[in-house]
């Protein structure tokens, strides 16, 4: 059993400085799936992930694309299976290669393709709790001992608010 965390975001700030945080220490072949409704806080994650990588690329959902790219530090690939037999068609013919490969690859609705994703991946949860509040439960699923101590860490933090970005 992986690490777990559950940990609760007032702004999308916060989101994104959380994000940022694991952009930060990201290495390559880092594949985060990313589960919740529309409006969750997905796209927002992503934007702090891309800035924690150092990329001042504009982040935007490629839910009518198949996947877009962003340089920093590392490349992010960010996919959006909203469309899912499309971005399942697409994976298995060959758009897998951007996963476990030279960056960091991030899925919007990974539920939908999870049979196409690989493992060691961290898992986030992001819920609806207020106008403003959104809960993330975080998980490693296989084996990745650097991610598994970044989570526990998180959990140690425990569920109160995260600060901000300035
Ligand atoms: P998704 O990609 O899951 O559909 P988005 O990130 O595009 O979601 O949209 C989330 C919306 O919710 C944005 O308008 C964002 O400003 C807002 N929001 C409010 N509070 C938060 C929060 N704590 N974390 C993330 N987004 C939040
Ligand atoms: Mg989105």
Redesign the pocket.
Known sequence: MGAEARLR????A??EELAAELGARARAGLVIALE??????????VRGLARGLGSDDPVS?PTYTLMHEYLGRLPLYHFDAWMESREKAYLQEGGSVFLCGDGVAVV?WADRVADELPSPRLAIE?AHVG????ELRLRVEGRDADLEGWVASLAARGAGPLPGAE
């Not at 106008?131 to 959104?134: L, N």
Request: charge should be negative.
């Open positions: 975001t007032d702004s999308p916060a989101t919740g409704d529309l409006g969750s806080g997905k796209t927002t994650f959902s919007e992001l106008p403003e509040q959104r």
